[in-house]
Structures are given as structure tokens and as C-alpha cells.
């Protein structure tokens, strides 16, 4: 018979069921962390060899310590192994391969393997929780929870969720901010990491979500998806700008998230120890979008790069502290919101500056066409800024520019397309005896003048153009040459060369494995 191994079995489940509901875990988990208690003390008590199982009843907390025993014609090791004629004389179906359980009489846990198996069942239900825990919390980023806390050391505070500790670092509490035990705070579940330690739960009341969260707890229309979020930038306890936009026309999304007499907005900005909050209208237009951002400021001009991501913004002169802000402050937050980069000019520079390449560009034309300050400028008031755009223009275009005799706008062209013409004859020349491969003007899309400046860079053939990284390319060429875009894919085009023998390879053994011998 099986032998029976009992302490108090009522007692038993009793214990497994509060551990349970402390630990908020499966009351399965802490039976099965008994089991291996008592198992790890039986293989103490009958030697560390066997494979010593134990088995609780989850019904009755009978205990049963039984041996495992596998079924072999010639037995090695005496304490895992039996042979066949013996496990046919217990069981009759018994065969080789097949496992076999003897029942072993209960054990008297002395002081030492009692306090081994409590070690043993601690870190069981520890890892329970730890489990729980992660799962529980790793679904909740992104939630604003509040906590209390728990203890403050260097900075760091340790917060009490009630089913959890989350980690409220130094770097993610407000300036001036200051927190005791006991205080209860609010913050942002930005990441849930599984350490050696158990899982972390990461919190901050400075990440732009949080300020986000705030707003769809107090302003109903953003809870209910009525009023889109679109962006948040921060400057963590002194400024943020928050873009905003209705999905309902004739709701107002500044007016709501603002509230009656700024309650709403008052509500997250005493929760952020006074942060200002800048709320923007937010539009499908960059250049709408980007002249809301920099409010306060009133803006003049904006004129977008997009192949840069940059914006060039005029202001009037008396506006430059107002939107650059204190120590750049409302530039660089209208940046973080928008994702362009912001330039700011004022009315006077930006007047002196299109003088100046007025001036250049007037210069520019008499030099290379041989013609006088009235006629160069005339062509620089019609939107002519190199001698290519003059050399490439339609000749009824040229022809029809007012002020300008139709055979003299002909000619310029012809003087234009035959100074091109010299000037990458020349490059031409220089390239090839930098010593410039041929292979990097079909390429396409490097003109003469760009081929002479990668030779003069040590840029000579497809697999040094190959091995460049696209701002190294945009560096050599030099600024307003080439949009990262047109390096990136002119630098893979270059690279394809090393893939195609890799590729005929794999096409050949696609071949090989789907030809099938002829039948006749």
C-alpha cells in the first residue's frame, strides 16, 4: 500500500489558502510549492539519487512521497531503475521504457529540512507574485495610477500601487518637487520591465503623455475621443504647448480643454505645480500648424523645406524675444510639438538677406552672361537664381518675360547653355584626371561639378561611393546640394552591385530544388 504522510491536513489547505489570498496568487501555485518542499526534504531524508515525487490532495491534504522508477532489462543505478521481472511481479502491463511509482513512508521533518522547505516555498511564492505582478501591470503603460510613498532614498521614490512597488526616479519628478512618506502621488506607468530583482514598474510625472492623461481626466470631450490630443511638448514645471483638434466642427477643442473661466486647464496645471500650458489649435497644414505653435508670437512669413523637415519663420522685429522665448524656450517647444526644425528670422534680416541674394545673384548673371546690371536683375526679379535655371528655361518663357527684347531673352539662353556646357566640360576633364570611375557617372543624378568634389574627397569609385553614410555624402557635396532622400537612394544604388551574384546564386538554388527528371 501506499504510505501515507500527513502533519494536519486541514491545517495544510488552510495555509495554502491564506498564503493564497495574502499573495493575491493561484492557491494551485502554493500547493505546488509545498509539493516541492516536502519533495526537496525527501530526497534529503532518502538520498539526493532518487526521483522522489510528493502529491498533496487539494481535496483532503493527504500528502503522499512516492519514488519514480523507470523500467529497464538491466538495472545500472538501483535508486532510478528497475528491471523488468521485478516491475512485472508489481505490475503486469509493466514494459521497458515505462515508469513505474513506489510508495515511500512518510518522513519526520527535523529543524533543518523544515527550514529548508520554507525557503523552498518563500521563493516559489515569490516568483508567484512577481509573476502576477508584471502581468498584471505590463498591460497598464500608458495609465496614470496613483500610489503612495512608500520611501524616498537619494531622490528616488518608491511608491505603494496597494497590489505593487513602482520606482518614481529623481529624473522623472517635477523641479522643486519634493515627496514624504506617506504622500500620495500621481504619475504616468511608462515602462514595466521583468528584472532579476522582480518586475519594475517605471513611473514619471514628467513624460508628455502624463499631461495628456491630466487633460482627458478633467476635459470630457478628450475622454470621450471627441477632442484629439495630437502632440504634447514639455519643459517639465515651467512651460508645455498641448495641439489640439475637434472631431465635431462645432465644438471649440482650445475652448473646451481651457473650460469655464480655465478650471479645466487649472486643474492639470496645480497638479504640475504651475507648469503654463499653451494650448494650440493643431491643422493639417504644416505652416498653419507651425505659426499656431509659436504663439504667443505673431509671425509673418514661413517658408518650408520639406525635403529638410526645416521651416524658415519671419516675425516682425519687436516679436523675436517673444517667439524665440526665455533661454529659446518657445522655439524649441514649438520644435518638439510640430517635428520641424524652427529658423527665425526677423522682418530686417530676412529684408537683408534677399537683398544680399539679390545682389549675388544679379553679380552672377553678369559674370557668366556678359550682360549688364539692369538686364541681371531683371532676370533675378523673375525668379531666375543660377545660370542652369536660365540655360533650361522654355524659350517662349524667356521670350515673354516683360522688359526684355525677345531676341536678346533668346540669346541669353543660348549663352547660358553654352557657359554650362564649357563649365562641365571643364569639370569633365578635372574628374578624369582626379581619376573618377566611370562607373559613378552612370550612376546618374551627380553632376560634373559633384563628381569633382567626391575626387577631390578621395571618392573614386562605385564601392567607395558605396561605403559613404548619406550625411558623409551631403557633407562632401556641401549644403543644399542633395535632400538626404536622393543620397540615400543614389548610396543603395551604388550598393546593389554587391547583392547581384548573392541573388543569381539563390535563383540557381530555387532552380536546382524545384527541377523535376524528365519522365518519358
Not at 509573476?131 to 497598464?140: A, I, L, T
Not at 530676412?350 to 544680399?356: A, C, F, G, I, L
Request: proline share 3%.
Amino acid at each position: 500500500m501506499e504510505a501515507a504522510y500527513s502533519l494536519n491536513r486541514l491545517e495544510l489547505l488552510q495555509v495554502a489558502d491564506a498564503v493564497a489570498r495574502e499573495k493575491t496568487i493561484d492557491r494551485d501555485i502554493v500547493l505546488t510549492a509545498m509539493e516541492d518542499a516536502i519533495q526537496k526534504a525527501a530526497r534529503s531524508r532518502y538520498g539526493m539519487e532518487n526521483d522522489i515525487r510528493a502529491e498533496i490532495d487539494r481535496r483532503t491534504g493527504e500528502t503522499r512521497i512516492s519514488r519514480l522508477l523507470e523500467v529497464v532489462d538491466t538495472v545500472e543505478n538501483d535508486a532510478t531503475q528497475i528491471a523488468v521481472e521485478d516491475a512485472v511481479a508489481r505490475n503486469p502491463d509493466a514494459q521497458v521504457g515505462d515508469f513505474i511509482s513506489e510508495p515511500l513512508p512518510p518522513i519526520d521533518f527535523g529543524r533543518i529540512a523544515a527550514q529548508s522547505a520554507k525557503q523552498v516555498i518563500v521563493q516559489k511564492v515569490r516568483e508567484a507574485e512577481r509573476d502576477r505582478q508584471h502581468n498584471e501591470y505590463k498591460d497598464r503603460i500608458g495609465e496614470v495610477i496613483n500610489g503612495l510613498v512608500k520611501r524616498v532614498e537619494y531622490g528616488n521614490i518608491t511608491l505603494d500601487l496597494g497590489r505593487a512597488e513602482a520606482i518614481l526616479r529623481r529624473d522623472e519628478v517635477l523641479p522643486r518637487e519634493n515627496f514624504r512618506q506617506g504622500d500620495r502621488v500621481r504619475a504616468y506607468i511608462y515602462d514595466v520591465r521583468r528584472e532579476q530583482r522582480g518586475p519594475q514598474i517605471f513611473l514619471s510625472r514628467t513624460h508628455p503623455q502624463f499631461m495628456a492623461k491630466l487633460f482627458a481626466q478633467e476635459v470630457p470631450e478628450v475622454y470621450d475621443g471627441i477632442i484629439e490630443i495630437k502632440s504634447v511638448a514639455r519643459d517639465p514645471g515651467s512651460r508645455a504647448k498641448i495641439a489640439v483638434f475637434s472631431n465635431d466642427g462645432s465644438i471649440d477643442p482650445v475652448g473646451a480643454c481651457v473650460g469655464m473661466r480655465g478650471s479645466r486647464v487649472q486643474a492639470v496645471v496645480n497638479e504640475l505645480q504651475g507648469e503654463k500650458v499653451d494650448i494650440i489649435p493643431w491643422s493639417a497644414d504644416p505652416a498653419t500648424f507651425i505659426v499656431n505653435s509659436l504663439a504667443p508670437a505673431e509671425v509673418s512669413k514661413v517658408v518650408l523645406d520639406e525635403d529638410a523637415n526645416r521651416v524658415e519663420v519671419v516675425v516682425p522685429d519687436d516679436q523675436l524675444s517673444l517667439a524665440i522665448g526665455r533661454r529659446g524656450q518657445n522655439v524649441r517647444l514649438a520644435s518638439q510639438l510640430t517635428g520641424w526644425s524652427i529658423d527665425i528670422l526677423t522682418e530686417r534680416e530676412d529684408s537683408e538677406r534677399r537683398q544680399t541674394e539679390f545682389r549675388e545673384r544679379s553679380k552672377l548673371f553678369m559674370d557668366t552672361l556678359g550682360i549688364d546690371e539692369t538686364t541681371a536683375q531683371l532676370l533675378v526679379s523673375e525668379g531666375f537664381a543660377s545660370v542652369e535655371d536660365v540655360a533650361y528655361v522654355e524659350e517662349s518663357e524667356i521670350s515673354s518675360i516683360s522688359g526684355l527684347d525677345e531676341g536678346l531673352g533668346i540669346e541669353l539662353r543660348q549663352r547660358a547653355i553654352d557657359y554650362v556646357a564649357a563649365r562641365d566640360a571643364k569639370f569633365e576633364e578635372e574628374r578624369k584626371s582626379l581619376g573618377v570611375e566611370d562607373a559613378l557617372v552612370d550612376l546618374g543624378g551627380l553632376s560634373p561639378e559633384m563628381l569633382v568634389k567626391l575626387g577631390n574627397a578621395g571618392v573614386k569609385t562605385l564601392d567607395d561611393f558605396a561605403d559613404l553614410a548619406s550625411d558623409e555624402l551631403i557633407e562632401i557635396l556641401g549644403d543644399n546640394q542633395m535632400s538626404g532622400e536622393d543620397a540615400n537612394t543614389l548610396i543603395m544604388a551604388a550598393r546593389a552591385h554587391w547583392f547581384e551574384g548573392e541573388e543569381a546564386d539563390a535563383s540557381a538554388d530555387a532552380g536546382e530544388s524545384t527541377d523535376e527528371p524528365a519522365t518519358t
